[in-house]
């Protein structure tokens, strides 16, 4: 595998369902990123991770749980969603932050 | 306010026909600036990185051009395959991205 991967590329899912989103880079980067881009909408930055540290929050709601147990790999844990949360979720790295990121190819997620 | 604005927002092409792409920013200590294409339903794709006023890269069809207020991506003779969504980003000072809205082309046969 090469670049970023996400898992799975597509999941539907219950409002009471607990689900977790998979990304892995294979770039030898410092630094990871969620992103939400619901449709024909700019992507909104969710949570920045560098070096294994949460670094940003964009405020967003509870009911996401990043987890970045080391420096390849980031989850998105998902719980008790709405159906609002229906999105592209977007993975993405970079070396340092600022510079330039490398996006997987997303996680079209479906809140029922 | 670091802000980036593409524009148009749409544009429609005919096989062949040459058109150009803008991207204004207003971003303070320009740390560079990237261009991306999105499929739909698919992660950014990256092409360039420009990082001072004159700078020029080329891929294939595209050429990206950078002065100290604007971008411009160029497309020459396009293909139906150049069909997308082509993103300008920015990094703040801060080196949060700043992402543009995009301009949605289409290029038809």
Redesign the interface.
Known sequence: ETG?T?TPRHLVMGMTNKKSLKCEQHLGHNAMYWYKQSAKK??E?MFVYSLEERV?NNSVPSRFSPECPNSSHLFLHLHTLQPEDSA?Y???SSQD??????????T?LTVL | EDQVTQSPEALRLQEGESSSLNCSYTVSGL??L?W?RQDP??????LF?LYSAGEEKEKERLKATLTKKESFLHITAPKPEDSATYLCVS?SAT???I????TLLAVQP
């Open positions: 970023v996400q700019p992507l930055l940003e592209l977007l993975c993405a932050r600022g510079n330039t990121q490398y996006f997987g190819p997303g079209r | 740390r560079g990237f991306y339903g698919k992660g950014p794709e990256f990185t990094p080196n949060k991205l992402f543009g809205t995009g």
